[in-house]
């Protein structure tokens, strides 16, 4: 590669955020998209629910950027909730809490490499973008299970 | 969001391609899990085929890099092959490509605004990471069906 161009320098702190909710307001209207009585109870191919899925991105995005700004992990757990508004309200609450605690990961900190939630070792930044793939990966899974029950997906582009 | 982590450089041209040919290692397996005749006739909820979503992965990541390194945009032509080793001969040629091409994006053609494939407008970067997105996304839907045919998809967090 290029020298001058290798060491370009793409996405910031901030754009990476900014691209996280982005994503998270896309996999917001896929929750919202399942009927109530689907999002917990329907699935193809033996696999977990969309509303599982949900659960675990919810547990992944807070305690993950208090884990890595802070050093301290949490034990991963999925969060338990049974209804499409409960899991919604858990979705609404990590929205300003990301805002608020992603700008006070200290730099070095990304690149620190820790036991992520006590298990996943790994740099901050490697962490923090497996969890913004993780949640495409599972959202697409859900545009399966959304087309399985002849529901139209929102549009893969729209992020606002 | 703090001044200093707002700022903070997070992702290199480097990493970004690094990051990018471990999706594509991944995406790879993939469509190797898939028997041959299941690649381009089995769905479901009436969506295309696992074949017919790898095509378009190919006709977007090369291209893609060529029109972003050089402003000039082919026309948005999806891959045609009906068998699983032609698939993946047009996927391994462009794994030498990308590392290739990718180094001889001028460093301000990652922020210029062009109409990729004469239709989207966007950054360069950001139709690179739209591509990579695109493919997460996508791979994830490979997933259901490989689940629905019986078969373990591979493990997604192996990306080499």
Redesign the interface.
């Known amino acids: 590669?290029?020298i001058?161009?290798?060491?370009?320098?793409?996405?910031?702190?901030?754009a990476?955020?900014r691209?996280w909710q982005g994503?998270r307001r896309l996999t917001r209207k896929t929750i919202e998209a399942f009927p109530e009585d689907k999002l917990f109870q329907f699935s193809?191919?033996?696999?977990r629910t969309f509303g599982e899925m949900a659960q675990e991105l919810i547990a992944m995005a807070g305690p993950l950027v208090e884990g890595v700004a802070t050093g301290k992990w949490a034990t991963y757990e999925p969060a338990k909730v049974a209804t499409k508004s409960e899991l919604l309200r858990l979705w609404d609450a990590q929205t300003p809490q990301l805002e608020e605690k992603?700008?006070?990961?200290?730099?070095p900190r990304?690149w620190a490499v820790d036991k992520a939630f006590g298990q996943w070792e790994m740099s901050g930044?490697a962490m923090i973008?497996?969890a913004i793939?993780?949640e495409?990966?599972?959202?697409?899974?859900g545009?399966?299970?959304?087309?399985?029950?002849g529901i139209e997906p929102p549009p893969?582009?729209e992020r606002n």
Chains 1, 2 share one sequence.
């Open positions: 590669m290029a001058e161009t290798i060491s370009v320098n793409l996405v910031t702190a901030d990476l955020l691209n994503h193809v191919g033996g696999m992603f700008p006070q990961i200290p730099p990304f930044l973008q497996y793939e993780n495409i990966h599972h959202r697409g899974q545009y399966v299970y959304l087309r399985s029950l893969f582009w």
